[in-house]
């Protein structure tokens, strides 16, 4: 029977919607992609990215690659990872294991900082991670000040004042130390300004007394907000590098949130003169590492295992 054009135009709109729905059923097309973490590895004193480290989500594990990339599949609001380089869980080997939560709300790549089980100067501590706990919790900044890293938001501002005593510009004298800091930990930490800032440290001389640094007020969120150093007159060209260098030093590492060592080699040392200057390498990698990890990480997420 011949269709008459009604029927032809119904028969071509059926087969018109089966090759539509044949389309949408083709075996051989791709589903959408999986959401993916996207992330680097670095090492958190050298800022290095670190190949063949192992990455754990509880289900899988993938390795880092030769940049220290890697990725994970994103399929809840928040990621629980481990991270370590070594494949026994009960060792730990060239960094300190730990755990991190990520939340994939963006497209950026999140970066993972893993602490090197360096050898210390110091032999007063096991390791390089009991020093970075115990150096933390001596502050006593906030009560919160025991379980996270309380630290400044890089590059902090920092008021010095003139002041000329005795042929001694202390001034100049103090900004070098900090400059001295900053080029040791190799990156950008202070901003100096003009008067005394709303978040930051300033400096305030006296004629008595001793150096004391303290935090004068600290942000809802238990951050530091605002510091000061007393620096005290007793200071001429004759001993500013022996002793304004070592004293005012000191106070600048508790500008950066160190609390004091039990440990005389350090220049961090409690209730002495410090031996000397400049800083250890236990405390300028201890300051790398306070000023890369994320700020409020929680100290027990990195373990010895």
């Known amino acids: 029977m011949k269709a008459t054009p009604h029927v032809a135009w119904i028969l071509g709109l059926l087969l018109s919607i089966g090759l539509t729905a044949c389309d949408v059923c083709d075996p051989e ?14 090492d958190a004193i050298t800022g290095e990215p670190l190949p063949d480290i192992e990455i754990d989500d509880g289900d899988s594990m993938v390795i880092s690659d030769p940049d220290g990339r890697f990725d994970v599949p994103a399929v809840d609001d928040t990621i629980e990872l481990t991270f370590r380089d070594e494949g026994d869980p009960n060792e730990y080997g060239a960094y300190f294991d730990f755990d991190a939560s990520f939340r994939p709300d963006s497209s950026d790549t999140i970066t993972a900082w893993m602490i090197p089980n360096v050898e210390m100067e110091s032999d007063s501590f096991p390791d390089f991670l009991s020093w970075l706990k115990y150096m933390l919790t001596q502050r006593n900044i906030s009560p919160h000040s025991k379980e996270r890293l309380e630290t400044w938001r890089i590059p902090f501002e920092v008021y010095v004042p003139p ?23 190799g990156f950008d930490l202070v901003t100096f300004v003009d008067e005394v800032p709303t978040v930051g440290v300033y400096i305030e001389y006296i004629d008595h007394g001793r150096e004391s640094h303290f935090i004068k ?19 001429d060209t004759t001993n500013v590098h022996s002793h304004l260098y070592k004293i005012v030093g000191h106070e600048i590492g508790h500008a950066f949130c160190m609390g004091h060592s039990n440990d005389r080699i350090h220049l961090m ?7 000397g200057w400049p800083p250890t390498y236990d405390e300028i990698w201890l300051v790398r590492v306070m000023y890369r990890l994320p700020r409020g990480v929680r100290f027990e997420n990195y373990k010895l295992d």
Request: hydrophobic share 40%; proline share 8%.
């Open 269 to 275: 040392v409690a209730g002495r003169a410090p031996l």
């Open 217 to 235: 007020e600290v942000s809802d969120d238990g951050f530091p907000k605002l510091a000061r150093i007393h620096v005290t007159y007793n200071y």
């Open 29 to 42: 097309q791709e589903p959408p992609a999986a959401p993916r973490l996207h992330g680097i590895v670095r």
């Open 163 to 185: 002041f000329m005593l005795n042929g001694l510009d202390y001034q100049q004298s103090i900004k070098d130390v900090w400059d001295a800091w900053e080029q040791l930990v």
